[in-house]
């Protein structure tokens, strides 16, 4: 017997019929094909998130972000106007890369008045505009206006720096968020600037990863030690309250009390004694009110909203912190895994502890879906089985690998 | 390892008497700004009294102290680029590059 | 900001040569399919520097070089004869790789007085004539006398063995050099002998780092940290100009003016510069090398301070004005990959101070070197991405137009031939 | 030696030493190169006091710790990341996390 109710279809797989209830194949995620069809489909589509505004904090400051399966490396910069604008970060002289630091193909980032080319000492202003051009009567009818940095569209929602790098997007960031995502307009992420990033190389395709976040299904199987093993029971199921999809995107809600009002024994002594744990910290200041977007099934009691923003971020919302997931495909088998919690700035050592506990905790489950799904992918990588069942609890990774499938073939 | 009149150069001698430019990159890389910079300091002022030194062998039969000591001159240079140019072990922004020695006269 | 040195009368080097002006494209170095086709097209047909008559002192020395580009690894031996000769690297037997010590993808290098197959001892004399089948009554009508090493053409011009692997070649050494390479005849490359040789595989298609030797543009800004910066300020600020180019069929040549570093003030120079007196330039003390010939600075340029002497495809000869050269091979692994070696070539040491002098110099060569190699890395993998594909060039950069276009020219003119 | 830590914390002198690292590499890497017996003694020693050190840090601002209480901020970190070896896994490296890294590349100091 379900806690939470179903939609009156009886699933909510059924609920947008679109889906099927059928097995799905994960052909596309070994397929070195597909992967070509992804980088021109997908990524070379649809709108990127990038970074954060607070990423760029004052004029002049810049990050370099290198998109791999797009074969991109973008430089954002906020401008003198404060405008934040992305480039490609190629010198229009002989093709050298722009901005980087001791190692080509790591990113950077920093804070500079102007882009000097280290080859030629070229210079850009942080318009992108071509302002230097070393020994200028050299060349050949050349006008320095022709050879700004190539753009590359830049939005900005919410805070959250996007790139598109279509030479036309048919959408503008807006559209694409669609009203689900956008229903987040008054979500504070501004006040969340206190960071905890991490990165990583998995071996498993970026779908794959994505797939362990869009689910809570493995957690009882996987991760048995985030329940204290005195309250640990066999069999223990996970059932989320709510799930919505919207165009490429979907969210799922989960409800019910929360850990810290269980009793003492549904928690580690290192979370009573922080105060803080798996789930963030206990208390900490209250974000109020939450914008309606949040909880959009209007879960009582709300747990967690988990937005999966197509095609590869997650931000996963607690309350009064936010952690973000991203995914960046680096061949079929393999991608690089950005994450970050954030934080409204600690005032004490007590909070400050507080987001200690729940960044390493963070950490120490991540570490084990990490380890578990290069398994995963050297597994599926075999194609001896190629349709697998998905339940009711996982209707997101059907739809995630519906919705990547639909605009490859798009 | 040195001759007797370059006795304070001793302390060096043990980590900078390298017969091969592969040792003594390898060994530019691996110790550190601070001990390249201490090793130049005391080196430098000696250097051109080594030289007159080493002239008075003939170059293909420099015993062995003296070879030693070229040896070192030979270091000398080779940290002479992080202390005096780069104030850092590496060439900037040569992260990934390498270059390899694979012949050079001896000595 | 007029130009120091005057330019041909028709308002540029670039035009003088009768090349393109407008933007250029770097297709040539981004594609798989494009290198297939230089393999063919060029590196088959042309004559190819693979060392030089020193590394084979007497009959019996011989080395091996790995020629990825061709797919073959060959072996080069000074017969009982004195002549040179060039051989497929591989026992006529079961294919088995005939010369190497250790690890069999790397080169090698020795003296012996026949080759022996590791795997089932057949031997060959040094002109590759197959001299011992082991249990040769167990083979079927097998006659020794078809069954040498396969030759590649092998010929010697001032000491530098170049071979060629096309089956006929087109042309002869002397004629593929053509005059302007033929001219430098009876300089003293065979007394350089004091050799320091370098080299490292760089993550870019190996006509990007010649481009980046071929052009001095960027060498007051990627490498204005290498000088105090006094100096620095001052070479940036000037900007950097060539007094003489030429090309001649697929060749060319930059010349550059002289910098008399020993005659500028400390503050210019590095102290150890001063010290040992050497640096970039070479030893201050210019090795006396008598008198040189007419081919060496062809524009008489006052004061000269090197040719550089860009042989098609891939082989660099830098003469300095201190008396002393360098040579650079750029050896294509892939089409974003290539060995490139850099050999360093002065008069033996008489003394101590030479000796150290040349360590200085040799060493400074090393960081230039590294600093070239990165930033190809960087370059190689923007234009890979493909978002900008036309680019400008200036009159100091023509010589990389030149070799581009001459690369294409050959690609496009063997289109259509068979392999 | 002179004292890392602020004197009303004397006892933990011994560890700090070791567990007195700024930032979550170090103490990650730190706890992996430790075995339980080391790690199990310092959470032992450490739990009583945790509380009582959290608010001693908490008498200075956050941004203007003196550099003994840093240090045992510090401590504390490590007392969080130690306690997730003894009380969840028992043993230094996560269950199951196979040949996984992740790599915490920005934190807020101290």
Same mark, same amino acid.
């Given at each position: 017997?379900?806690?939470?109710?179903?939609?009156?279809?009886?699933?909510?797989?059924?609920?947008?019929?679109?889906?099927?209830?059928?097995?799905?194949?994960?052909?596309?995620?070994?397929?070195?094909?597909?992967?070509?069809?992804?980088?021109?489909?997908?990524?070379?589509?649809?709108?990127?998130?990038?970074?954060?505004?607070?990423?760029?904090?004052?004029?002049?400051?810049?990050?370099?972000?290198? +998109?791999?399966?797009?074969?991109?490396?973008?430089?954002?910069?906020?401008?003198?106007?404060?405008?934040?604008?992305?480039?490609?970060?190629?010198?229009?002289?002989?093709?050298?890369?722009?901005?980087?630091?001791?190692?080509?193909?790591?990113?950077?980032?920093?804070?500079?008045?102007?882009?000097?080319?280290?080859?030629?000492?070229?210079?850009?202003?942080?318009?992108?505009?071509?302002?230097?051009?070393?020994?200028?009567?050299?060349?050949?009818?050349?006008?320095?206006?022709?050879?700004?940095?190539?753009?590359?569209?830049?939005?900005?929602?919410?805070?959250?720096?996007?790139?598109?790098?279509?030479?036309?997007?048919?959408?503008?960031?807006?559209?694409?968020?669609?009203?689900?995502?956008?229903?987040?307009?008054?979500?504070?992420?501004?006040?969340?600037?206190?960071?905890?990033?991490?990165?990583?190389?998995?071996?498993?395709?970026?779908?794959?990863?994505?797939?362990?976040?869009?689910?809570?299904?493995?957690?009882?199987?996987?991760?048995?030690?985030?329940?204290?093993?005195?309250?640990?029971?066999?069999?223990?199921?996970?059932?989320?309250?709510?799930?919505? +999809?919207?165009?490429?995107?979907?969210?799922?809600?989960?409800?019910?009390?929360?850990?810290?009002?269980?009793?003492?024994?549904?928690?580690?002594?290192?979370?009573?004694?922080?105060?803080?744990?798996?789930?963030?910290?206990?208390?900490?200041?209250?974000?109020?009110?939450?914008?309606?977007?949040?909880?959009?099934?209007?879960?009582?009691?709300?747990?967690?909203?988990?937005?999966?923003?197509?095609?590869?971020?997650?931000?996963?919302?607690?309350?009064?912190?936010?952690?973000?997931?991203?995914?960046?495909?680096?061949?079929?088998?393999?991608?690089?895994?950005?994450?970050?919690?954030?934080?409204?700035?600690?005032?004490?050592?007590?909070?400050?502890?507080?987001?200690?506990?729940?960044?390493?905790?963070?950490?120490?489950?991540?570490?084990?879906?990490?380890?578990?799904?290069?398994?995963?992918?050297?597994?599926?990588?075999?194609?001896?089985?190629?349709?697998?069942?998905?339940?009711?609890?996982? +209707?997101?990774?059907?739809?995630?690998?519906?919705?990547?499938?639909?605009?490859?073939?798009? | 390892?040195?001759?007797?009149?370059?006795?304070?150069?001793?302390?060096?001698?043990?980590?900078?008497?390298?017969?091969?430019?592969?040792?003594?990159?390898?060994?530019?890389?691996?110790?550190?700004?601070?001990?390249?910079?201490?090793?130049?300091?005391?080196?430098?002022?000696?250097?051109?009294?080594?030289?007159?030194?080493?002239?008075?062998?003939?170059?293909?039969?420099?015993?062995?102290?003296?070879?030693?000591?070229?040896?070192?001159?030979?270091?000398?240079?080779?940290?002479?680029?992080?202390?005096?140019?780069?104030?850092?072990?590496?060439?900037?922004?040569?992260?990934?590059?390498?270059?390899?020695?694979?012949?050079?006269?001896?000595? | 900001?007029?130009?120091?040195?005057?330019?041909?009368?028709?308002?540029?080097?670039?035009?003088?040569?009768?090349?393109?002006?407008?933007?250029?494209?770097?297709?040539?170095?981004?594609?798989?399919?494009?290198?297939?086709?230089?393999?063919?097209?060029?590196?088959?047909?042309?004559?190819?520097?693979?060392?030089?008559?020193?590394?084979?002192?007497?009959?019996?020395?011989?080395?091996?070089?790995?020629?990825?580009?061709?797919?073959?690894?060959?072996?080069?031996?000074?017969?009982?004869?004195?002549?040179?000769?060039?051989?497929?690297?591989?026992?006529?037997?079961?294919?088995?790789?005939?010369?190497?010590?250790?690890?069999?993808?790397?080169?090698?290098?020795?003296?012996?007085?026949?080759?022996?197959?590791?795997?089932?001892?057949?031997?060959?004399?040094?002109?590759?004539?197959?001299?011992?089948?082991?249990?040769?009554?167990?083979?079927?009508?097998?006659?020794?006398?078809?069954?040498?090493?396969?030759?590649?053409?092998?010929?010697?011009?001032?000491?530098?063995?170049?071979?060629?692997?096309?089956?006929?070649?087109?042309?002869?050494?002397?004629?593929?050099?053509?005059?302007?390479?033929?001219?430098?005849?009876?300089?003293?490359?065979?007394?350089?002998?004091?050799?320091?040789?370098?080299?490292?595989?760089?993550?870019?298609?190996?006509?990007?780092?010649?481009?980046?030797?071929?052009?001095?543009?960027?060498?007051?800004?990627?490498?204005?940290?290498?000088?105090?910066?006094?100096?620095?300020?001052?070479?940036?600020?000037?900007?950097?100009?060539?007094?003489?180019?030429?090309?001649?069929?697929?060749?060319?040549?930059?010349?550059?003016?002289?910098?008399?570093?020993?005659?500028?003030?400390?503050?210019?120079?590095?102290?150890?510069?001063?010290?040992?007196?050497?640096?970039?330039?070479?030893?201050?003390?210019?090795?006396?090398?008598?008198?040189?010939?007419?081919?060496?600075?062809?524009?008489?340029?006052?004061?000269?301070?090197?040719?550089?002497?860009?042989?098609?495809?891939?082989?660099?000869?830098?003469?300095?004005?201190?008396?002393?050269?360098?040579?650079?091979?750029?050896?294509?692994?892939?089409?974003?990959?290539?060995?490139?070696?850099?050999?360093?070539?002065?008069?033996?040491?008489?003394?101590?101070?030479?000796?150290?002098?040349?360590?200085?110099?040799?060493?400074?060569?090393?960081?230039?070197?590294?600093?070239?190699?990165?930033?190809?890395?960087?370059?190689?993998?923007?234009?890979?991405?493909?978002?900008?594909?036309?680019?400008?060039?200036?009159?100091?950069?023509?010589?990389?137009?030149?070799?581009?276009?001459?690369?294409?020219?050959?690609?496009?003119?063997?289109?259509?031939?068979?392999? | 030696?002179?004292?890392?830590?602020?004197?009303?914390?004397?006892?933990?002198?011994?560890?700090? /030493?070791?567990?007195?690292?700024?930032?979550?590499?170090?103490?990650?890497?730190?706890?992996? /190169?430790?075995?339980?017996?080391?790690?199990?003694?310092?959470?032992? /020693?450490?739990?009583?006091?945790?509380?009582?050190?959290?608010?001693?840090?908490?008498?200075?601002?956050?941004?203007?710790?003196?550099?003994?209480?840093?240090?045992?901020?510090?401590?504390?970190?490590?007392?969080?990341?130690?306690?997730? /070896?003894?009380?969840?896994?028992?043993?230094?490296?996560?269950?199951?996390?196979?040949?996984?890294?992740?790599?915490?590349?920005?934190?807020?100091?101290?």
């Amino acid at each position: 017997m379900p806690r939470w109710p179903k939609p009156a279809e009886g699933s909510w797989t059924e609920h947008y019929p679109e889906l099927g209830t059928g097995t799905v194949s994960f052909h596309d995620s070994v397929s070195a094909e597909f992967y070509e069809l992804e980088r021109e489909a997908i990524f070379k589509r649809a709108w990127l998130n990038v970074g954060r505004i607070e990423d760029l904090p004052r004029k002049g400051s810049y990050f370099t972000k290198e +998109i791999h399966i797009a074969n991109a490396s973008v430089v954002v910069v906020r401008g003198m106007d404060d405008e934040v604008r992305a480039f490609h970060n190629i010198c229009r002289h002989r093709g050298n890369k722009l901005v980087w630091n001791e190692f080509p193909r790591e990113e950077s980032q920093g804070f500079c008045r102007q882009f000097n080319c280290k080859y030629h000492g070229w210079r850009y202003d942080l318009e992108g505009n071509c302002t230097f051009v070393q020994q200028e009567d050299e060349f050949f009818d050349l006008d320095k206006a022709d050879y700004g940095l190539a753009p590359v569209h830049c939005e900005v929602w919410n805070g959250f720096v996007f790139v598109n790098l279509d030479r036309e997007p048919r959408q503008t960031l807006r559209e694409f968020l669609g009203p689900m995502i956008t229903a987040l307009d008054e979500y504070p992420f501004d006040k969340m600037s206190e960071r905890y990033d991490f990165e990583a190389d998995n071996n498993s395709n970026w779908k794959v990863f994505a797939d362990a976040f869009q689910e809570y299904y493995h957690v009882p199987a996987l991760h048995p030690q985030q329940t204290p093993i005195a309250v640990r029971k066999p069999g223990m199921g996970v059932e989320c309250a709510h799930f919505q +999809i919207d165009g490429p995107h979907r969210m799922t809600t989960t409800g019910g009390a929360r850990r810290w009002n269980l009793p003492p024994e549904y928690q580690y002594p290192v979370e009573i004694a922080t105060r803080s744990g798996l789930l963030g910290p206990w208390d900490g200041p209250t974000i109020e009110p939450l914008p309606a977007g949040l909880n959009p099934g209007g879960v009582e009691p709300w747990g967690i909203s988990n937005f999966q923003v197509f095609p590869n971020l997650e931000i996963l919302i607690y309350g009064n912190w936010y952690l973000v997931y991203r995914y960046w495909p680096t061949s079929p088998s393999t991608h690089h895994f950005e994450a970050y919690l954030a934080f409204p700035p600690a005032r004490n050592v007590r909070e400050r502890v507080e987001h200690e506990c729940a960044a390493v905790m963070f950490k120490e489950f991540a570490l084990q879906d990490a380890g578990m799904l290069g398994g995963t992918q050297a597994a599926l990588e075999t194609q001896v089985v190629d349709g697998f069942p998905l339940n009711d609890q996982e +209707i997101l990774v059907r739809h995630f690998h519906k919705a990547v499938a639909d605009w490859v073939s798009a | 390892m040195l001759p007797a009149r370059f006795t304070e150069l001793e302390p060096f001698a043990a980590t900078w008497c390298l017969a091969t430019e592969r040792e003594r990159y390898a060994t530019r890389l691996a110790v550190g700004i601070q001990a390249m910079q201490e090793f130049y300091d005391a080196v430098t002022p000696r250097a051109e009294e080594a030289m007159a030194y080493l002239e008075q062998f003939p170059l293909d039969e420099l015993p062995e102290d003296a070879l030693n000591l070229l040896h070192l001159l030979y270091s000398m240079i080779e940290v002479s680029f992080p202390v005096e140019v780069w104030h850092q072990p590496r060439v900037p922004d040569s992260g990934s590059a390498a270059f390899d020695s694979f012949t050079e006269p001896r000595p | 900001m007029s130009p120091r040195y005057p330019k041909p009368p028709e308002g540029s080097w670039t035009e003088h040569f009768g090349l393109d002006t407008g933007p250029v494209s770097y297709a040539d170095s981004i594609s798989p399919s494009f290198y297939e086709r230089e393999r063919q097209a060029i590196f088959r047909r042309a004559w190819l520097n693979v060392g030089r008559v020193e590394q084979l002192p007497k009959a019996g020395s011989y080395f091996t070089k790995e020629l990825a580009v061709l797919n073959t690894s060959i072996v080069v031996v000074r017969g009982m004869d004195d002549e040179i000769r060039a051989f497929h690297n591989v026992c006529r037997h079961r294919g088995n790789k005939l010369v190497w010590n250790e690890s069999p993808d790397e080169e090698t290098q020795g003296f012996c007085r026949q080759f022996t197959c590791k795997y089932h001892a057949w031997r060959y004399g040094l002109d590759g004539s197959l001299t011992f089948i082991q249990q040769e009554d167990e083979f079927f009508d097998v006659d020794k006398s078809q069954l040498g090493l396969v030759s590649m053409h092998c010929e010697v011009w001032e000491g530098f063995v170049f071979v060629c692997a096309a089956r006929e070649p087109e042309w002869s050494l002397r004629e593929f050099l053509g005059p302007m390479i033929t001219a430098l005849e009876g300089y003293p490359f065979d007394r350089l002998t004091s050799r320091f040789g370098y080299r490292t595989e760089v993550r870019a298609n190996w006509k990007l780092f010649m481009d980046a030797f071929a052009e001095f543009y960027h060498a007051p800004v990627l490498h204005s940290k290498q000088s105090p910066d006094k100096y620095a300020v001052a070479a940036r600020e000037a900007g950097y100009e060539a007094p003489y180019y030429a090309v001649e069929g697929p060749h060319r040549l930059v010349s550059t003016s002289g910098v008399r570093f020993w005659e500028m003030d400390p503050g210019s120079l590095k102290p150890m510069e001063v010290m040992t007196r050497g640096g970039l330039f070479g030893p201050w003390d210019k090795a006396d090398l008598g008198e040189l010939p007419a081919g060496v600075n062809p524009g008489r340029c006052k004061p000269w301070g090197l040719d550089s002497f860009q042989l098609f495809p891939n082989f660099v000869i830098l003469i300095w004005g201190q008396g002393w050269y360098l040579t650079y091979h750029y050896w294509p692994t892939s089409y974003n990959t290539h060995v490139f070696e850099g050999n360093v070539y002065f008069l033996p040491a008489t003394n101590v101070r030479e000796r150290i002098a040349q360590e200085m110099s040799a060493v400074t060569f090393k960081e230039f070197a590294l600093q070239d190699a990165n930033t190809l890395e960087a370059t190689q993998l923007m234009l890979e991405s493909g978002y900008v594909e036309k680019f400008p060039l200036n009159d100091q950069e023509v010589l990389l137009r030149h070799l581009h276009k001459v690369v294409g020219d050959w690609v496009e003119q063997h289109a259509g031939v068979p392999a | 030696m002179s004292a890392l830590l602020p004197a009303e914390f004397a006892e933990f002198e011994e560890y700090a /030493a070791h567990w007195c690292l700024p930032t979550e590499t170090e103490r990650f890497e730190r706890r992996m /190169a430790s075995d339980m017996d080391e790690m199990g003694a310092f959470y032992a /020693a450490f739990s009583a006091r945790l509380d009582e050190a959290i608010e001693f840090c908490d008498k200075y601002p956050l941004d203007e710790l003196p550099e003994d209480v840093q240090r045992l901020l510090q401590l504390i970190h490590s007392y969080v990341m130690v306690s997730m /070896a003894v009380e969840i896994f028992h043993q230094p490296k996560v269950v199951d996390s196979a040949d996984a890294v992740l790599r915490r590349v920005k934190e807020p100091r101290p």
